[in-house]
Each structure stands twice: as C-alpha cells, then as structure tokens.
DNA sequence: TTGACACGTGACCGAATGGTCACCTAACTT
DNA sequence: AAGTTAGGTGACCATTCGGTCACGTGTCAA
C-alpha cells in the first residue's frame, strides 16, 4: 500500500471524516473524549483513529494513559497540489468565495 | 449518499486517481483513449469514469458518439478548505515547499 | 444499408471494508 | 494492593467495492 493509497483509503469513510472535523474545531483530544461523539463503540473509534494515524492525517502525542490527537494538514495539501497548479488554484478560489457569497445572499 | 461522500469515495480507487492524472496533464480526452493507458477492460474504465462523473469530479461534454472528458477542480478545492483554514495554509504551503526543496538538494 | 466504432447496462464474483466483541496491557487513584 | 480508567489486539460478519463479461444502443463511414 503506497502512502498516497492510506490517506484516501483513510478519507474514504465518513465516519473518520467526522474524526477529522472534531479534531479541526480543537485539536489535542483523547480518544476517549471523541468517543462521546460518534455513535459507535470505542472500537470502532479505536481503529478508525489508527488508520487516520497511519496515514498520516493525524499526529499523537502520549502523556501518561492518555494518547493526544492532532491533525496534520500536509497529506490534505499535497491532494490539492496533485490536480490544482498555481495557475488554476486562484481561479478556483475565486468561484468558490462567489458561490460562499452567492448562497449567503438567497 | 452525500455529495462529499461521493468525492471521497471516487478519489479512493488507485485506478480513479490515475484517470484524474491523466486528465490533469491533459483534458477533453475520449473514454477510448483513456482505456489505453490502464490495464483493465473497458468496461472497468467505463465504470471508473462514471464514478468520478456522479462525484463531480469529472464533466463530460458530447461530441457525436464520442464523451469528451474535463477535470474539476472545484471537489479537490473545497476538499483543502474543509480541514486548512486561511491561516494554516500559509504554513503547510510554506513546509512543503521546503520540503520540496529539500528533496531536490538530496 | 451494412458494418464498424464509441459507449451503456445489469449480473456476477472474489477481495477489502466498517463495525462489534471477548480479552488483554499499562497507568492513575485511593 | 485493588479497583478504575485509557487504550490495544485478533477474530468475526455483513456489506461494499473493483473488475469482468454478455448483451444492447446510438453514431459515423463506405
């Protein structure tokens, strides 16, 4: 398995999407704490944050018993980078703020 | 099935990421074409594409028999949007270009 | 109009995936 | 020391997924 093939793996499924937005709003919880969150037993969440980890989308720090969770933005970058060249990046920006302002507006 | 849902699930398949390469390095291409460069029947190709068509990823323009095919970026962009925000992205730009350059010297 | 060509559909199969559970280790608390 | 808390492991099962195949539709060229 290539390390590109373990973050979309990774990305693949919603619940560890959902992982990753918690850990977005505020970084450095347990995973104790995030269980609370999903609606799935502790193992679930166990082995979705093992895959997130090797995949590199989330870093870990131990303190004690405890395992701090941190999420890790380059993988995410490098996705951009591979189909958006400098060139298109900023007109891409551009129509997505006009369709954000767009949607406001209705 | 949501519309992230089937983005993520699209760019999951190694096979599908490699059709979006292709139409990186060069867009309107023919299903026909495409086929030549996987090892896979065209029926697996057929498959692929549409898959990436439903995720948005991809858009399609007919022209007589033949389905020309168009990459977009706007998925891949909001992608990178959900997990680094404006203040983050100055900084894992910035790291991967120093990693970038780094590799290089090596 | 006949045949070749580009593409679509639905069924099918082996492999991988999401989630659960029984059981386990290590660290903190009192 | 004993109980509690945070987390890890390997087996297991239902479902999904990647890829193939037989067959069908619409378009172009001679």
Redesign the pocket.
């Known amino acids: 398995?290539t390390d590109d093939?373990r973050v979309f793996?990774?990305l693949?499924?919603?619940?560890?999407r959902f992982l990753l937005d918690l850990l977005f709003a505020r970084d450095g919880r347990?995973?104790?704490?995030?269980?609370s969150e999903?609606?799935?037993?502790?193992?679930?969440?166990?082995?979705?944050?093992?895959?997130l980890?090797e995949a590199g989308l989330v870093v870990?720090r131990r303190?004690?018993?405890?395992?701090?969770?941190y999420l890790n933005p380059v993988p995410i970058r490098q996705i951009h980078d591979r189909w958006i060249d400098k060139y298109t990046e900023k007109h891409v920006a551009t129509l997505i703020d006009l369709k954000r302002t767009l949607e406001e507006e209705s």
């Open positions: 398995m093939d793996k990774a693949a499924a919603p619940s560890r347990t995973q104790t704490e995030m269980e999903l609606e799935m037993t502790r193992f679930g969440v166990a082995k979705h944050l093992k895959v980890e870990v303190s004690g018993r405890e395992k701090l969770h």
